[in-house]
């Protein structure tokens, strides 16, 4: 019975956690209730929106708490006349594009990536960040882009099984694609990003040498690993495969491969050896409202202190690299952003996504599937 | 029995009234989305029928599509088999027995499909209690790949499809006289011989029906495939939702969905030609 929940808990990712304590389920739920109320207020009067009033749209559940308390408030804090909204419904591309095309524009500052940035930067859908207001040395020259800017990082990581063979576990993608020194099952997401990388690099393939992604080689490492492997479209469904042991190594986001280490007492870690890492980024739509307190909102937001918190309650890593001088060695062991794990993962090819992330994403379930 | 519409014609009106509400919404929620789909498919991403030429152009499409086929044949063939079987011992049992195979058989109505097919991945996969039992047992050394592949897939949507099949047989052989197989064999027949000779005949156009029903159903499927396919069984339904969701190409989603329909359709339109549709579903 207890197993059944606990399965449920996982599909729907309702587990929040904090230092190692689980939040009761229907406290969770309850404090997302209470914060979700005043955004649909806020969205349902878009007459209404001006400098003093921004409304922020991230993709809900966890998020809307997270950064309530690491963004929001103290960003209030420095300017109490201000109001903040958070809409958990989503910034998806074809809203974005829609409300922008409809010319009636509510969102102000919307959680997304840097390649959906690029990709819809150059199609008239963003406004352009002000970087005299925003402060860009604050993060990595990677996740400062014409039309985002990086306010978290997360990566995919190689994911694996510590008991399966006798002490031994994979380091590397080749190990992944090594079927003879580590049996078993593998998995991967069904995406783009992050699985064509590992397998390029798997074949070899040096990170200064990865993008332009060479399909044809990638794929080809792909048709060797599907039969031995999961493609899994649902992040959850993948993070379970590890959890129930069906799947033994492959790559995970590290947002769930730290979930998993907790929920398997050790028996699943990960390595941040030649993971892919990614930006999430704040992005304006063309003809927001919100003006400079736009820009004064997201420059706060890069503050080490409310960057280092949002590691601890949601597990995003710090896009400011002086937030892990704020953490100690037990945190900076999960943080992407830490600058010794940083350094051994390959920054995702943002441009490369831009342009290619549809003929990509077909190609891999093609090449999948046949 | 004459019905009551029968008996007072002017009544007649009165139950087309009745049914105006639900016929409107219909036609508001289902017919107009549908057109919009029909649209879409000659207009997106410019007008005429580049999309529907993808059918004989792109090797992805046409990958999915006979993947999709070929699933819903399989499906179809094991379905009937198995089916046949449950819906005679029902046919041949006492009216009591009948009942309790009856509410087995359409228990598993009242479970989600999503459900079901995660129930599939807990029993079936490497670890799970039926390879540890085959491996315990010593049948097998390493455990069997059955899920996360077509196999996989196969098993979750023949689960799903035989209660369909069942029903759909049961009521065909509810109809034919048992009698006439005693008749045979009291003719000299043999048990094969009168089965062969008289009660598959006699069974054919529920075989046709319950067929058609399932290859139907099993053309459309998209939770059951996305699951238990471990990413690797692309099914139409899923290629159109990868289509609309992430590609964004929506010509060819809606081109496809269209299409799916249209073989439907016409599915539904040679069954009518071969037996009575309504008799057979129970109208």
């Not at chain 1, 304590?21 to 739920?29: A, D, E, M, Q, S």
């Not at chain 2, 491996?135 to 455990?143: K, R, T, V, W, Y």
Request: charged residues 20%; glycine residues 8%.
């Amino acid at each position: 019975m207890s197993d059944y929940r606990d399965r449920l808990d996982d599909i729907e990712q309702f587990v929040e956690r904090t230092e190692g304590k689980v939040y009761p389920r229907r406290i969770f739920l309850g404090m997302c209730a209470v914060l979700g109320l005043a955004p649909i207020g806020a969205r349902l009067k878009p007459a209404m929106a001006d400098q003093s009033e921004l409304v922020l749209v991230n993709w809900g559940g966890d998020a809307i708490r997270g950064m309530k308390n690491a963004w929001v408030d103290p960003y209030l804090k420095k300017y109490p006349d201000r109001k903040v909204a958070i809409d958990g419904t989503g910034p998806s591309t074809s809203r974005i594009r829609l409300m922008v095309q409809s010319g009636k524009v509510t969102w102000d500052v919307m959680d997304r990536n840097l390649h959906t940035a690029l990709e819809l930067g150059p199609e008239g859908m963003l406004e352009k960040m002000d970087y005299s207001i925003i402060d860009k040395s604050k993060v990595r020259p990677e996740h400062a882009v014409e039309w985002g800017i990086g306010n978290y990082i997360y990566a995919m990581v190689l994911t694996y099984n510590t008991k399966k063979w006798g002490g031994e576990v994979p380091t590397s993608w080749k190990d992944v694609w090594d079927f003879k020194k580590f049996p078993g099952k593998r998995a991967f997401r069904r995406e783009p990003d992050g699985v064509l990388e590992a397998a390029l690099m798997a074949d070899g393939v040096p990170f200064d040498k990865i993008y332009p992604i060479d399909m044809k080689r990638a794929l080809d490492m792909h048709k060797k690993m599907k039969e031995h492997a999961i493609y899994y479209n649902v992040i959850a469904d993948g993070q379970n495969a590890f959890r129930n042991g069906e799947a033994h190594l492959g790559q995970l986001l590290n947002t769930r491969a730290w979930p998993l280490k907790q929920d398997t007492k050790g028996l699943c870690d990960w390595t941040w050896n030649q993971g892919i890492s990614w930006g999430a980024c704040w992005m304006v739509p063309k003809g927001a409202a919100g003006g400079k307190a736009i820009w004064e909102f997201i420059n706060s937001t890069l503050e080490p202190e409310g960057q280092a918190q949002l590691l601890k309650t949601n597990g995003y890593g710090p896009v400011n690299p002086e937030a892990s001088k704020l953490l100690d060695a037990e945190w900076n062991a999960i943080n992407p952003g830490d600058p010794a794990n940083y350094a051994k993962m390959l920054p995702g090819g943002i441009a490369w996504y831009a342009k290619n992330a549809t003929t990509a994403r077909q190609e891999l379930i093609d090449a999948l599937s046949s | 029995m004459l019905s009551l519409a029968e008996r007072r014609p002017t009544g007649r009106t009165a139950y087309w009234l009745i049914m105006l509400p639900a016929v409107a919404m219909l036609l508001l929620i289902y017919l107009v989305p549908l057109a919009d789909v029909l649209l879409t498919s000659v207009t997106d991403p410019k007008p005429g029928f580049g999309n529907y030429a993808m059918l004989f152009t792109s090797s992805s499409v046409q990958r999915a599509l006979l993947t999709t086929l070929r699933i819903a044949a399989i499906t179809t063939a094991v379905a009937l088999l198995l089916g046949y079987l449950v819906a005679y011992a029902m046919r041949a049992a006492s009216s009591r027995t009948q009942r309790f195979m009856l509410f087995c058989v359409l228990l598993p109505f009242w479970i989600s499909v999503l459900v079901r097919s995660f129930a599939w991945l807990t029993l079936l996969r490497g670890s799970g209690p039926v390879n540890n039992a085959l491996m315990a047992m010593g049948l097998i050394d390493e455990p069997l790949a059955l899920v996360r592949n077509e196999t996989g897939v196969l098993i979750g949507m023949i689960h799903v499809m035989l209660p369909y099949a069942i029903l759909t047989l049961y009521a065909n052989m509810r109809g034919i006289d048992i009698g006439l197989v005693a008749a045979a064999r009291s003719l000299g027949a043999s048990r094969l011989q009168a089965f062969r000779m008289v009660f598959l005949p006699l069974t054919r156009p529920g075989l046709i029906g319950a067929g058609t029903l399932v290859f139907i159903l099993s053309l459309g499927f998209y939770v059951t495939p996305a699951l238990l396919g471990g990413g690797k069984v692309l099914m139409i339904a899923e290629y159109v939702a990868v289509q609309i969701n992430d590609t964004l190409r929506w010509g060819l989603g809606t081109m496809l969905a269209t299409t799916l329909m249209i073989a439907v359709l016409g599915a539904l339109w040679a069954l009518s030609r071969v037996v009575d549709v309504k008799r057979l579903f129970g109208a």
